[in-house]
């Protein structure tokens, strides 16, 4: 089955370490993204891929790095300088740029980061 | 910007109960609106969308319809379930400016329907 697939569920931290959320995807979408969820805000948007070797920042990209080298993969890097790392992460991907409009996104069950 | 505001939450209700969830949208274009539905422990599920004002998005027994000259994609189903305990999202994709091809989430609607 084709889906989105986001390893580990749970991940936990030290505070001032650099830890990396894997997310990768067979569904052949061109488009990904990066989802923060933190209770009573809704999800915020940290970053987006529209294609490989190429990605824009989001709303809340401070504090965070992502690579795109291939196609189905787009990992999270939530770095020391990010002030709140603690939130559960979404991964999500669409067919192509812009193709939300009129195409759902496809989720991943989402990795929980605890730093402490 | 876009932005997107749902009722305040969380909302309990008793199975077969009537369910509303408001959601109110502003954005600088002409969005497509969606609901999204977040399982326990699981990542989102598109649960309905519309596209253009006035159409009428519906799946599972729920519905909400575009309305255009309210901003407005009110969730409503006419007789919940205990298996639709979850946080609904209220979500819209604006074609124009700087937000084409993006999400915008309202803050989630935690509901629990009881036995």
């Known amino acids: 089955d084709g889906g989105i697939t986001q390893s580990p569920k749970y991940l936990f931290r030290k505070e001032g370490q650099n830890v990396t959320l894997s997310c990768e995807q067979n569904?052949?979408?061109?488009?990904m993204y990066w989802y923060r969820q933190d209770p009573g805000q809704g999800l915020r948007l940290i970053y987006y891929?529209?294609?490989?070797?190429?990605?824009q920042k989001g709303d809340i990209a401070e504090g965070y790095s992502v690579s795109r080298e291939k196609k189905e993969s787009f990992p999270l890097t939530v770095t020391s300088a990010q002030k709140n790392p603690t939130a559960f992460y979404l991964c999500?991907?669409?067919?192509?740029?812009?193709?939300?409009?009129?195409?759902?996104?496809?989720f991943g069950n989402g990795t929980r980061l605890t730093v402490t | 910007g876009d932005s997107v505001t749902q009722m305040e939450g969380p909302v309990t209700l008793s199975e077969e109960a009537f369910l509303t969830i408001n959601c109110t949208y502003t954005?600088?274009?002409?969005?497509?609106l969606f609901w999204y539905v977040q399982y326990p422990g699981e990542g989102l599920q598109l649960l309905l969308k519309?596209?253009?004002?006035?159409d009428k998005g519906s799946n599972k027994g729920f519905e909400a319809t575009y309305r255009k000259e309210t901003t407005s994609f009110h969730l409503e189903k006419g007789s919940v379930q205990v298996s639709d305990s979850a946080v609904y999202f209220c979500?819209?994709?604006?074609?124009?400016?700087?937000?084409?091809?993006?999400?915008?989430f309202g803050q989630g609607t935690i509901l629990t329907v009881h036995p």
């Open positions: 999500a991907s669409s067919i192509s740029p812009g193709s939300s409009y009129n195409s759902p996104l496809h």
């Open positions: 569904l052949n979408h061109d488009a």
């Open positions: 891929s529209q294609i490989v070797n190429d990605f």
């Open positions: 954005a600088t274009g002409y969005p497509s």
């Open positions: 519309a596209t253009k004002a006035d």
């Open positions: 979500a819209l994709s604006d074609k124009s400016g700087t937000s084409y091809g993006k999400l915008t």
